[in-house]
């Protein structure tokens, strides 16, 4: 369940709900981590740098920088097809472009 462009399917499934704005963190159910949104709604920013591939890419969780002006974002946002949300999904941004366009929420929910 995400927020998407509910005009369109992904493959051979249904529509789906086309609501044309972001929705509440935890409208949908979380991922096995707890997360929540983390595909459609809004674009994911990621550290990383924009790569055209995986080839000598670093390993144990390190962070990708080239040190260049390209950003990578993932999952898509709210009015994307349903394919696009997904977190194989990227998408490259110019930084200044990345800056004007995109704003980060962080969003933790505790349970006691």
Same mark, same amino acid.
């Given at each position: 369940m995400v927020n998407y462009n509910g005009n369109y399917a992904y493959k051979s499934g249904a529509k789906g709900q086309y609501r044309q704005q972001?929705?509440?963190v935890g409208t949908f159910f979380p991922n /096995?981590? @707890?997360l929540y949104d983390?595909? @459609?709604n809004v674009?994911?920013?990621c550290e990383d740098d924009w790569q055209e591939n995986y080839i000598n890419a670093p390993t @144990? @969780? /390190?962070v990708w920088i080239s040190r260049d002006d390209l950003k990578q974002l993932r999952g898509a946002y709210w009015s994307d097809d349903? #394919? #696009?949300c997904r977190f194989a999904s990227r998408y490259v941004s110019i930084l200044y472009q990345f800056i004007i366009k995109i704003s980060v929420t962080v969003y933790l929910k505790y349970r006691k």
């Amino acid at each position: 369940m995400v927020n998407y462009n509910g005009n369109y399917a992904y493959k051979s499934g249904a529509k789906g709900q086309y609501r044309q704005q972001t929705t509440d963190v935890g409208t949908f159910f979380p991922n /096995s981590f @707890g997360l929540y949104d983390m595909h @459609g709604n809004v674009w994911k920013w990621c550290e990383d740098d924009w790569q055209e591939n995986y080839i000598n890419a670093p390993t @144990g @969780g /390190s962070v990708w920088i080239s040190r260049d002006d390209l950003k990578q974002l993932r999952g898509a946002y709210w009015s994307d097809d349903p #394919e #696009e949300c997904r977190f194989a999904s990227r998408y490259v941004s110019i930084l200044y472009q990345f800056i004007i366009k995109i704003s980060v929420t962080v969003y933790l929910k505790y349970r006691k």
